[in-house]
């Protein structure tokens, strides 16, 4: 569980049309049937003097860390809505799988349709389900796992995780798609919201914000060759 001044801490990006935080892993971010602590309880300590909350101006998984924007005001919110609509806001997510991918580099476009019950559905490829897109490249290999940077170009639900699966490389402790080997124990979800670059601004450039990553991908993502954090990207806070 986060508490308010830890999540204040995790603010990567403020001014005055929006936030982007660093969402840990394991926080939903709306109420849901697993739990009821989400982020939606915490938007109140972010309003920093507006007379509103922010609200989402997406959503990232409940064990997906990393990158949220949120929109401060409502003529935030539809901007940034219109962004994401028209395919210009760019997301970086950093993965470690399970096997290794079939080359280099990639594209991967297979439509997805959600399956079963309300309270129990999945995410599967389907040809008359909704198109999806990603990109891929392989950025390091370790043993039997490897560091994937995905950009996707849709934004469907659980694509990242359905698609890796899809290529045979499930992420690393996806209990719905993934894998466990016998006597293995389950590891946290190894999917990260690297970075979102937003041009926001008509006149200025876009603003890029990177995450750090989280501590449950360190060792996985060393042993695939990441060097480390060489430093963090400092972003201005103002408004």
């Known amino acids: 569980m986060v508490n308010v001044e830890e999540l204040r801490a995790r603010i990567l990006y403020r001014d005055a049309m929006m936030l982007v935080i660093d969402k840990p892993a394991g926080l939903a971010v709306h109420a849901g049937n697993r739990s009821d602590h989400h982020l939606g309880q915490y938007l109140a300590s972010l309003s920093f003097g507006l007379p509103n909350p922010p609200e989402l101006a997406h959503r990232l998984d409940r064990d997906t860390s990393g990158c949220l924007i949120l929109g401060r005001h409502r ?5 940034l809505g219109a962004l994401f609509a ?40 389907d ?9 891929w ?18 934004g469907r639900t659980h694509q990242l995780r359905v698609h890796l699966a899809s290529i045979g490389c ?16 389950q590891r946290p979800l190894h999917l990260h919201a690297r970075a979102v670059t937003i041009p926001l601004y008509p006149n200025k450039p876009a603003v890029s914000v990177e995450a750090p990553v989280p501590d449950h991908m360190r060792a996985a993502l060393r042993a695939c060759g990441w060097p480390g954090e060489s430093a963090r990207v400092s972003q201005a806070v103002a408004g």
């Open 75 to 79: 003529q935030a919110l539809r901007r």
């Open 86 to 125: 028209h395919g210009r806001i760019e997301k970086v997510y950093w993965a470690v799988v399970m096997g290794g991918p079939p080359g280099d580099a990639g594209v991967i476009d297979k439509p997805l349709a959600k399956i079963g019950p309300a309270w129990r559905w999945k995410v599967k490829v």
């Open 127 to 135: 040809e008359s389900g909704q198109p999806s897109v990603t990109a």
């Open 137 to 154: 490249r392989c950025m390091g290999r370790g043993s039997g796992l490897a560091w994937i940077e995905c950009r996707p170009k849709s």
């Open 170 to 185: 499930p992420i690393l402790g996806d209990r719905t798609y993934g894998r466990t080997a016998d006597g293995e124990p």
